[in-house]
């Protein structure tokens, strides 16, 4: 009963903060309207302090009371408190609007160390070749490649709920603060990923992620156009294996600061080549390739050149990879007290480390002034 009643308390708070239960707990609504003091009060006397000695006491010293029972495993204020602060959190970082979900991988490490990821990939394998009757088979010699070493970090905030914010009865405290600690967390890995591909960071084998000798790096700056975007697939479809041989790329998504949204449209759906006088069929027309842009990119570039960037289908080559701890994606709470806070205190914290697995699923266009672009849109239009 202790347990259903805990379960019933914290959704009644996620209801009244205005956060979305789909499946409440029975009885959950009748207590919504319940404040923070009335809580403290209900759980202290199921655990049986007096009640009518509790009824008295002001918020203040009610504070006090609750606050002894911190580090007491089966006292049900702080329980619920911690519970209602991780729906918040699930609830809220499954809804964070980042974008580098739909390019990268997702993997699992079971620890901090470094790995090599099984450390080599056999490959370099000869071609089969004809046996004659009674013919003799040749021994074919194994070449290996070493792979990018993967580790993870822990990234970690803490807040704490005042004894002013108690007193104040502001439940909102324990679903909107630690829902935008969750927010921050997921936005933290977006912007590092994106930082990883706007600094065109050195990989594995020393050299930067786009270059030359990567061949995923174009020679001429362009906007996304019929054209550049066209040659950015033919150069990430031309890439070789780690050992020379040919390997089927297939690019999948296109990556673009905000601003170009409505251009590609036009360049995806239109049956003719945009801007041609003799109404030649559109190639791109249809063409598979997922569109992402990202605020971030503009946000990284300012009045600078801006790139764009293409990644492979990771079925067929992967690209950038984000682990986790054991496949942990979600932040996780500790509750803490902290000598010389008036408050409940939690940690809440999250680990995970982003790998560029092969560059050959990436290729980059360093694009175009966005500043430029727009005064040049401007100045047709007037």
């Known amino acids: 009963e202790g347990d259903k009643f805990r379960e019933r308390a914290s959704d009644a708070l996620m209801m009244r903060s205005g956060q979305e239960v789909k499946e409440p707990a029975e009885g959950a609504r009748q207590l919504m309207g319940m404040s923070l003091r009335d809580l403290a009060v209900e759980c202290l006397a199921r655990e049986g302090e007096n ?3 509790l009824v008295r006491m002001d918020r203040s010293e009610l504070y006090y009371l609750v606050c002894r029972q911190f580090y007491n495993p089966t006292s049900a204020f702080p329980a619920i408190l911690d519970s ?3 729906k918040s959190i699930v609830h809220v970082y499954n809804h964070v609007p980042t974008t580098f979900e739909f390019f990268t991988t997702k993997g699992s490490l079971s620890d901090f160390k470094e790995t090599a990821d099984h450390e080599y990939i056999l490959g370099g394998l000869g071609d089969f070749e004809l046996v004659p009757e009674n013919g003799e088979i040749k021994a074919d010699k194994l070449r290996t490649e070493k792979l990018p070493g993967r580790k993870l970090n822990t990234y970690a905030k803490q807040f ?3 004894r002013q914010a108690f007193i ?3 439940i909102g405290f324990l679903t909107e603060v630690p829902g935008q600690y969750a927010m921050k967390a997921k936005k933290t890995i977006d912007k590092q990923v994106y930082l990883l591909l706007f600094n065109n960071k050195v990989v594995f084998d020393g050299k930067p ?6 061949n995923n790096l174009m020679a001429t700056p362009s906007e996304p156009t019929q054209t550049s975007i066209q040659d950015i697939i033919l150069q990430m479809q031309s890439q070789k294996d780690p050992f020379g041989d040919a390997i089927y790329i297939t690019p999948r998504t296109i ?3 905000v601003g170009y949204e409505f251009k590609l449209a036009v360049i995806f ?3 003719q080549v945009p801007g041609s006088n003799y109404n030649d069929y559109n190639p791109m027309r249809n063409y598979p390739l ?8 503009n946000a990284f570039a300012k009045d600078d050149a801006c790139p764009w960037f293409m990644a492979a289908d990771p079925s067929s080559v992967r690209g950038i990879q984000v682990d986790y701890l054991n496949g942990q994606e979600m932040p996780m709470i500790r509750r803490m007290e902290t000598p010389g806070t008036l408050g409940f205190v939690w940690d809440v914290y999250t680990d995970w480390g982003i790998t560029v697995r092969d560059f050959r699923g990436l290729a980059m266009n360093p694009g175009v002034s966005l500043k430029a672009k727009v005064e040049t849109v401007k100045g047709e239009s007037d």
Not at 209 to 214: E, G, N, R, T, V
């Open 269 to 271: 759906n239109s049956s």
């Open 84 to 86: 209602t602060i991780r």
């Open 160 to 162: 704490s709920m005042t």
């Open 209 to 214: 992620l786009f270059c030359a000798d990567h």
């Open 168 to 170: 104040n009865d502001d």
């Open 255 to 257: 990556i673009v600061p």
């Open 290 to 297: 997922n569109v992402v842009q990202s605020p971030m990119l």
């Open 51 to 53: 009640i009518s000695s």
